[in-house]
């Protein structure tokens, strides 16, 4: 699923080959590993960073750049924006999940008073698309799932949109449909689609494989072989294997998805609620066969993604028709149930896993067969734990995308991840049980990664890990503790397309602008660290502007690549800022370029040609009004190396036996993500991954009508999502691990921190506290007593 | 309204106004202390001197709409009037006829209290609170609780934790808990848990919630 | 949400002189505006009955208590007699919603909450109790639903405060402009799919609720009242229990048990109350009366797990009103 997105960016980096120097970096963990390396880059890269400590900005905490805009309520989201004339659009949505639509008659709804256009969808975006169109000769899109857009209308109000979109009649021929993903795969299963189809991912990933075979509804196996699995079970001296099954979850962002467009006849300016400008942008161009240049995207706040949020999508398309058929700008918000139901979910998964190992440990096989839902969609592979956590000697994952007449996927934090990790690591966990082992030594055995290593002695050492009991089910009465652990893996993407442009002022004051997108990751903080460092100004002094593409381009904040494409970007454009600045202030100084130094916010003299000035009094010696430098991403500097980070989570449950109540008490969260630019946001992420890993692992699930296909749960009270009262003691433990690739050294976060490992964390932490295995999600009372009750059915038969 | 940003237009309600010049009658001192018999008369007063309607005062019921109609909603201190049909919601009428977007419209359904706003004090959740039923009561949101240029303390503290990431829960959250802390100046953690039991964030920023309404209470706890 | 006429009223008379031709009475309108978003119903006229302020208040007398309805939970849940006194109405009253919706939500409409089966409160469905032939939940996903007492729909009551009030024994008064008053008791109140599915209560569309009327327990009276969900931060109950214990020293004398989440509208375990009558209050004798309160369920292809929580439920809370166990953790806080 995101091997594409790997590959295309070691294309790129694979371009370039600039003149190198060596250089000393720092390379491995604080008080672990730590040492310098020889590194080669290219000869205009800005000197090496000494390891966070040693930095005054970066790596230290420094206040969000925009939580007074946040917590004022001034922050303005795309949902907020009102522009003059502005009209309201509202989606006409099919109330069938399959069907051919005969007819859409719209003329009640344009003679309502307050409407003042209607747009006919022609071209539907998301739903997998069949690799031979001539299987379908139809007028309308095909409706695959109830709640896909089928018109719109737009109004003066919001009242009036949503009164017209309900006079909009749509006769539908209805087709058999299927919404589960047992009956999905039956050989007499209504099909969702009349051959095969597939699916395009998105900038965050997401999309599944393309040239694989598809059987009925079933698109796959995409299967990957090392060795012989079959030769590595017969090698085992233990063999373990778990059936395990993950729910479809929703996205939930708060924000929903939408846009303000506005169609003007030289410029398309679009407010969206994105991950990636650049990708509204440029699919908005590629759809109305408009120049790039013709479309402006902003994005000063957006309110969560998780994965979701990139390309215009149905909404951004809708309403930039809407737009340019009334003249006027036109806001379109989905509701909350749209939002549930069209714009994007993790998919589900049903996963038959064993794993063959040694009596000391090491592995000889793994082996999983997996198939999954993502609706009309694909992308529902989830092997990627079990191909890139552990050294193997041989390993086969099948990986089957089934469809059913539901809303497609699409990426969502760690695609595929919590998923895979959920059965590899309870069965990582049963497989310590069965070797007699601790389950920290299993892994010690079997995962090289050298940064993890560090992470599980972290946890070894940790007073949660040593208040562990290794004997399952010992705790007494009906509500029972326990502790377990697992871990997690991510991958190093490198987006290319990451641009900044630094300006200093004749003032002094200082800007950085990126058509980056912060979404609440905090990267305009980090923006403006940056340059501080540089400079030796405060942060809270240098003015970010991002968001919007006139801005130099910006990565697509999706697979945790935000920080760690851009920030290298940042420096070396504020770097090399700095020394055009001095090269130019130096004639009026009387001094030359050479002798002059940007030192703790002053420009000095090396030969103590005249005391220090500060980066102010400098600044006004400028010869003109600005100096700006724009930088773009260099490639990583040893791309080879270190493509996976991760991190190793703790939980600590008590379970009440009684009612099947699972409580997280407290989670030890111990991660990596290169150089921490901002410990206190990057804390910030990882709480956020574990809460949305426990709400997923306890609580959500979406909820499908077998009979009519349509969700039962559409809303966020029976869509059931973690609050204050679920949330545990959490303690992260931030590893700097320094990786030599960049002149900012920074990883990502977003995909890693939590989420992918605390459904197996929690389920083997029910293990150690009941000594029974819970394998499905959401682990609900109704889940955990029937596993609790087969158990004991169990135990009474042996 | 000195809170929004410059390029936002003015809405019609605001136009109307500033053309009018009839701005910003404070009615705190008649309606101080006022229980629900005051405020139920207030509504009556506020609405009547709007109202083209004309029912006999004595027969207790004034009907209004379908149509929109002008009343009178006292937010942050200042009256403003807005012309609003009867099903408009407080959040509505909020965002859409005040441009205050600062409350947020996530669930519209009550579940999420991304909409809070006090209304005489008391948190609840704007979108199920139709804009009338504010008529006569004062309505505080997040653009009214900071002391002039100072932010409140809640909203400081907020910004010190980091107890936020896409900040599109953080003025719900601040409301709620600046509400807590008026009634109770020193809550405990799980009092903090509970005055938020109905605030939803995705981004889970719970833990620094906590922990900036605890420090904003003066409270030594850090988390 | 419909277009509509707002019948603002300041007095019981003017709002009985509202109420005809469909119109609807609201209250804070969290349960009527949720259904009308919904797109479930589309009232002509609301009649807004929230600045009545002679329906508002709590009185406590000799009798008992007199609370209007349009007192709020939070007003009832935080009243420091009924704290002390009523314990189970406190309770059950104040773990309903969240908190911001206890702020706004009044008794009279908490009680006269639609169920909110997922079925009935989604415009697609039309279900029998929309007044068409077919329940959806039967065949369909009924995880949250009833597993005692449905008949033709198992909806399960939605109010939490009605489960205090079943079990305090009140009643609630009614009032039409042509009929007068009348008082119902909370058992009577509440309407049985198998009457008439199309609607909850007894109350009539031209009829208002003007009280509810709950007498003072008797002397030695303890009880509580604890709600299950699968989350704590407000959620729908899987389970509940209400437990009113007259005691004589150690013996029960009288037990009163009610349960919400089990069936369409509250109901009364006469089992589970005969297992702890005349007896001790111990572990045992109330693990009995929670195995008594689902004799003879029936639960549908999704909630049999209903049939562990409930007894857990109800033992639990027997020994919270006997002061033999503290709240539960695993009950809402
Ligand atoms: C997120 C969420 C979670 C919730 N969780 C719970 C829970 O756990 N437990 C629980 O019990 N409830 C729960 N509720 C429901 C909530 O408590 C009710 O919606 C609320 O109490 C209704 O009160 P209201 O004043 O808003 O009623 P309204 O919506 O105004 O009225 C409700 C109904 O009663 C009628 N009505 C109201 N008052 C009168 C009167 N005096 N005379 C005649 N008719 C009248 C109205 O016509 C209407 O049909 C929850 C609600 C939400 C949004
Ligand atoms: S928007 Fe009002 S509670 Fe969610
Ligand atoms: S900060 Fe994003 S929802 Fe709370």
């Known amino acids: 699923m995101t091997t594409h997105v790997k590959e295309d960016a070691l294309l790129a980096q694979a371009a370039d080959a600039p003149e190198k120097k060596s250089v000393e970096m720092p390379v491995g963990v604080p008080g672990y590993t730590l040492q310098n390396e020889t590194i080669e880059v290219p000869v205009t890269e800005p000197p090496v960073w000494p390891i966070n400590k040693d930095l005054k900005y970066v790596g230290h905490t420094a206040e969000r750049y925009d939580g007074p805009a946040k917590a004022s309520g001034r922050a303005r989201y795309t949902s907020d924006v009102q522009l003059p004339g502005m009209l309201y659009a509202k989606l006409v949505n099919a109330t069938v999940p399959h069907a051919r639509v005969v007819s859409i008659d719209t003329s009640a709804a344009e003679k309502h008073p307050g409407v003042k256009g209607v747009h006919v969808i022609q071209h539907i975006l998301g739903p997998a698309v069949l690799r031979d169109p001539s299987l379908e000769q139809v007028r309308y899109p095909v409706v695959r799932y109830a709640g896909q857009p089928v018109a719109a209308v737009a109004a003066m109000t919001p009242y009036a949109a949503e009164e017209a979109a309900k006079l909009v009649k749509v006769q539908y021929q209805t087709l058999p449909f299927v919404v589960d993903l047992d009956k999905a795969r039956e050989p007499d299963a209504p099909q969702v689609f009349p051959g095969a189809a597939d699916q395009a991912g998105s900038a965050g990933g997401g999309g599944g494989p393309h040239n694989v075979p598809q059987t009925g509804n079933i698109h796959g196996p995409s299967i990957k072989r090392v060795g012989d699995y079959e030769q590595g079970l017969k090698d085992a001296d233990v063999v373990v294997e778990g059936h395990y099954l993950t729910q479809v979850q929703t996205h939930s962002a708060l924000e929903t998805h939408g846009v303000v467009a506005d169609w003007k006849p030289d410029m398309l300016t679009v407010w969206a609620s994105t991950q990636g400008t650049a990708s509204v942008r440029e699919e908005l161009a590629a759809f109305f066969r408009i120049p790039l240049s013709q479309v402006r995207v902003i994005t000063e706040y957006m309110g969560g993604g998780f994965g979701a949020k990139f390309g215009p999508g149905n909404p951004g398309v809708v309403a930039a028709a809407l737009s340019q058929k009334t003249g006027a700008p036109v806001r379109l918000m989905l509701d909350r149930r749209e939002e549930h139901l069209s714009v994007g979910n993790r998919p589900s998964s049903d996963q038959r896993i064993r794993i063959g190992a040694k009596k000391d440990g090491p592995l000889t096989a793994i082996h999983l067969v997996a198939y999954g839902t993502a609706g009309c969609g694909t992308g529902a592979g989830c092997s990627g734990p079990a191909q890139n956590l552990y050294q193997y000697a041989s390993l086969h994952t099948e990986e089957n995308d089934v469809f059913i007449n539901a809303g497609p996927a699409s990426a969502m934090r760690a695609p595929g991840h919590p998923q895979g990790a959920f059965a590899l690591e309870q069965t990582m966990d049963e497989l310590a049980v069965k070797l007699n082992m601790d389950p920290l030594e299993l892994r010690d055995k079997t995962d090289s990664h050298p940064v993890r290593r560090v992470e599980r002695q972290i946890v070894r050492e940790s007073a949660l890990w040593k208040s562990r009991n290794p004997v399952a089910g010992a705790s007494q009465g009906p509500v029972k503790r326990g502790i377990g652990m697992a871990q997690s893996v991510w991958y190093r993407f490198v987006n290319m397309n990451s641009a900044a442009e630094v300006r200093i002022h004749q003032d002094g004051s200082l800007e950085v602008l990126s058509a980056v997108q912060d979404i609440g990751s905090g990267i305009k903080t980090v923006m403006a660290q940056i340059l501080a460092e540089q400079f030796g100004v405060p942060p809270a002094q240098i003015a970010v502007k991002v968001g919007d593409t006139n801005y130099p381009v910006g990565p697509n904040s999706g697979g945790s690549v935000t920080t760690l494409s851009l920030t290298p970007a940042v420096r070396d454009a504020a770097w090399q800022a700095s020394q055009k600045f001095l090269a130019d202030i130096a004639p009026a100084l009387g001094s030359s370029p050479g002798d002059l130094v940007l030192v703790g916010g002053e420009v000095r003299s090396r030969s103590d040609k005249f005391q220090p000035l500060s980066f102010r009094r400098a600044a006004a010696k400028m010869s003109s009004a600005q100096i700006s430098v724009q930088a773009r991403r260099i490639p990583d500097y040893d791309p080879k190396n270190y493509l996976t980070y991760g991190g190793v989570d703790v939980a600590e449950v008590e379970v009440d036996t009684e009612i099947g109540r699972i409580r997280v008490k407290r989670v030890l969260s111990v991660h990596d993500c290169g150089r921490p630019m901002n410990p206190t946001q990057t804390i910030s992420q990882i709480n956020g991954g574990v809460i949305q890993g426990i709400s997923y692992t306890l609580f959500e699930h979406r909820l499908l009508d077998p009979g009519y296909g349509l969700m039962v749960n559409p809303d966020l009270d029976r869509y059931k999502i973690a609050g204050a009262l679920e949330i545990p003691d959490i303690d992260v433990r931030l590893v700097e691990a320094y990786i030599g690739q960049s002149s900012t050294d920074a990883s990502g976060i977003g995909e890693a921190a939590g989420v992918v490992s605390i459904g197996a964390a929690v389920g083997n932490a029910v293990y150690n506290a009941t000594g029974v295995r819970v394998r499905q999600i959401p682990m609900t009372p109704s889940v955990v007593l029937a596993a609790l009750h087969a158990a004991r059915q169990g135990e009474e038969m042996a | ?223 | 949400m419909n277009s509509f006429v707002l019948a603002e009223c300041t007095s019981v008379s003017a709002a009985l002189s509202q109420l005809n031709n469909g119109a609807v009475v609201k209250a804070s309108g969290v349960d009527l505006l949720d259904r009308m978003k919904n797109g479930i119903e589309e009232p002509p006229k609301l009649v807004n009955i929230r600045n009545i302020s002679e329906l508002r208040g709590i009185r406590e007398t000799d009798q008992g208590l007199t609370i209007g309805p349009l007192t709020t939970l939070a007003e009832i849940s935080g009243h420091p007699a009924i704290q002390s006194r009523y314990q189970i109405l406190s309770d059950s009253c104040g773990h309903a919603a969240t908190p911001h919706i206890r702020n706004m939500a009044t008794i009279g409409g908490n009680l006269l909450q639609h169920v909110q089966c997922w079925y009935y409160r989604s415009e697609e469905f039309s279900c029998i109790r929309k007044g068409k032939e077919f329940c959806f939940a039967f065949g369909g996903l009924n995880q949250y639903h009833a597993i005692m007492d449905y008949g033709s729909c198992p909806s399960v009551a939605p109010s939490s405060a009605a489960v205090g009030l079943l079990a305090l024994n009140a009643s609630v008064e009614l009032q039409s402009a042509r009929r007068g008053k009348r008082t119902v008791g909370i058992k009577e109140f509440y309407v049985v799919p198998d009457a008439n599915p199309t609607r909850f209560t007894v109350i009539e569309p031209d009829e208002l609720m003007t009280a509810i009327v709950v007498p003072k327990p008797a002397p030695g009276t303890r009880s509580a009242y604890q709600k299950y969900g699968e989350k704590e931060s407000f959620d729908w109950a899987i389970a509940d229990a209400g437990v009113l214990l007259e005691m004589d020293g150690d013996i029960c004398r009288r037990a009163v048990i009610t349960m919400g989440a089990a069936s369409p509208v509250v109901r009364r375990s006469a089992q589970a109350e005969a297992a702890l009558t005349g007896k001790p209050v111990t572990e045992e004798t109330a693990r009995a009366a929670g195995r008594a309160s689902v004799e003879g369920a029936q639960p549908l292809s999704m909630n049999a797990y209903k049939l562990d929580l409930f007894p857990v439920a109800v033992y639990r809370t027997v020994l919270l009103a006997a002061g033999k166990m503290g709240r539960d953790p695993s009950a809402a806080a």
Do not use: W
């Open chain 2, 1 to 223: 309204m000195s809170e929004r940003s410059k390029d936002q237009p003015m809405s019609a309600e605001e136009q109307a106004k500033a053309s009018s010049g009839r701005n910003g009658i404070s009615r705190r001192g008649f309606l101080k202390g006022a229980g629900l018999t005051a405020a139920g008369t207030a509504l009556l007063e506020g609405v009547q001197a709007f109202s083209s309607e004309t029912e006999a005062k004595e027969t207790g019921v004034r009907e209004f709409g379908p149509g929109p109609v002008p009343v009178r909603l006292h937010v942050n201190g200042t009256e403003h009037t807005v012309t609003i049909e009867p099903r408009t919601t407080l959040a509505e009428a909020l965002r859409i006829n005040l441009g205050m977007t600062g409350t947020k419209i996530v669930c519209d359904r009550g579940s999420c209290s991304g909409c809070t706003v006090l209304l005489d004090k008391v948190p609840v959740n704007s979108c199920m609170v139709l804009a009338m039923d504010a008529v006569g009561h004062h309505v505080t949101t997040i653009e009214g609780i900071s002391q002039g240029s100072e932010p409140h303390p809640v909203q400081a503290a907020f910004v010190k934790h980091d107890a936020m990431q896409c900040g599109y829960c953080t003025p719900g959250m601040v409301m709620s808990c600046a509400a807590l802390l008026d009634r109770n100046p020193h809550p405990t953690e799980q009092d903090v848990r509970q005055a938020v039991a109905g605030n939803l964030c995705r981004c889970g920023t719970y833990p620094k919630v906590f922990a900036a309404t605890l420090d904003a209470a003066g409270s030594t706890r850090n988390a």
